[in-house]
């Protein structure tokens, strides 16, 4: 099982940016998916989630800019950001809580893709 993260790059504040993760790999389920970011001086911190069902939870810096959404056919999940500033900047990095066809649940994790916002 892994995810393939995509979508970063730079950007202009007030510039929008949508991320796409997909999980691929023998799945036999998957729970809650995220997005988290870092920047080098702060540990990561989670910018939104999204359960099987659809249920969303958000940071408070993101609320109202971005949304997060998951095409379950499809295994993906997706972090469209509206109106960026510069302190958006960060390495983004998704999140999966996965049952494979075989083996236990745990947490996996994309490799990050860059945000870069500025003028």
């Known amino acids: 099982v892994q995810l393939q993260a995509s979508?970063?790059?730079?950007v202009q504040p007030g510039g929008s940016l949508r991320l796409s993760c997909a999980a691929s790999g023998s799945i036999f389920t998957i729970n809650d998916m995220g997005w988290y970011r870092?920047?080098?001086?702060?540990?990561?911190?989670?910018?939104?989630?999204?359960?099987s069902g659809g249920s969303t939870n958000y940071?408070?810096?993101?609320?109202?800019?971005?949304?997060?959404?998951?095409?379950?056919?499809?295994?993906?999940?997706?972090l469209q950001m509206n109106s960026?500033?510069?302190?958006?900047?960060?390495?983004?990095y998704c999140n999966a809580d996965i049952?494979?066809?075989?083996?236990?649940?745990?947490?996996?994790?994309?490799?990050?893709?860059?945000?870069?916002v500025s003028s």
């Open 38 to 51: 870092q920047t080098p001086r702060k540990q990561r911190d989670l910018v939104a989630a999204i359960t």
């Open 7 to 10: 979508g970063g790059g730079l």
């Open 59 to 78: 940071a408070d810096s993101v609320k109202g800019r971005f949304t997060i959404s998951r095409d379950n056919a499809k295994n993906t999940v997706y």
């Open 84 to 92: 960026l500033k510069p302190e958006d900047t960060a390495v983004y």
């Open 99 to 116: 049952l494979p066809v075989r083996g236990y649940g745990m947490d996996y994790w994309g490799k990050g893709t860059q945000v870069t």
